[in-house]
Nanobody, 124 residues
């Protein structure tokens, strides 16, 4: 069984930056992709970004394009999310996820492994 552990959330003012990291508990874990989702209070969980493990191809939600950057470090089995120019509407609990499947990489049901989440709060 693989566990995902997120870190790096916190409170930041609008326009600021945060970097989230996620580490898999097993270094030999080789998913098809790893990504980030977020859930704000009273809202459905939504896709943020994902990266394919082998080629490093990335997909972003329109709402974060140009502001967020996802990257991975294969040797450490970690994925990071650099978030710049944060807005109050980015406030949410951010979840790291990993998938071994193939299909729509923006669909949360493709992801079998999930972290506990880390809170990001952006004040105006």
């Amino acid at each position: 069984q693989v566990q995902l552990v997120e870190s790096g959330g916190g409170l930041v003012q609008a326009g600021g930056s945060l970097r989230l990291s996620c580490a898999a508990s097993r270094r030999t874990f080789s998913p098809s992709c790893m990504g980030w989702f977020r859930q704000a209070p009273g809202k459905e969980r939504e896709f943020v970004a994902t990266i394919t493990w082998s080629a490093g191809n990335t997909i972003y939600a329109d709402s974060v394009k140009g502001r967020f950057t996802i990257s991975r470090e294969k040797a450490k089995t970690t994925v990071s999310l650099q978030m710049n120019n944060l807005k109050p509407e980015d406030t949410a609990n951010y979840y790291c996820a990993a998938s071994n499947g193939m299909g729509s990489l923006t669909n949360q049901y493709m992801y079998a492994y999930w972290g506990q989440g880390t809170q990001v709060t952006v004040s105006s």
